[in-house]
């Protein structure tokens, strides 16, 4: 009996699946991506704007759920841009540039429960 114990335990470890991090921290779609407790964030710099991209506890968190802006500093200045829902999880912020070396702070408020999620970025 014991013999069979050892072998059935031995399998279920073989076969067991290996267990990996909340947040897939490779950007989806092109940008850079931070981590914020379970909440992941990508920065899409393109030439029509920026694009921020919002996953909460391996779910996107629909744009039109949440309200969201940027505190972006640059060149000793501080600039505040409101984000609009885009299509799923994208937040945009239609004609921002940012320069390399910018500090771009990351805040979006969920409406049902008032929840604040964050995140801080320098532009390379």
Do not use: W
């Amino acid at each position: 009996m014991k013999t069979f114990v050892m072998i059935v335990a031995g399998v279920a470890l073989a076969t067991a699946a290996p267990s990996f991090a909340h947040g897939n921290m490779a950007p989806q779609h092109g940008g850079v991506v931070q981590m914020s407790g379970e909440t992941l964030f990508e920065l899409v710099r393109a030439p029509g704007g920026v694009a921020i991209y919002v996953t909460d506890d391996d779910e996107p968190l629909a744009s039109t759920a949440a309200t969201g802006k940027l505190a972006v500093t640059a060149g000793g200045q501080t600039r505040n841009v409101a984000l609009t829902p885009g299509p799923g999880n994208r937040f945009d912020a239609a004609g921002l540039k940012l320069p390399a070396g910018a500090k771009v702070a990351v805040q979006v408020v969920e409406k049902a429960t008032q929840a604040r999620l964050g995140t801080t970025f320098v532009v390379k």
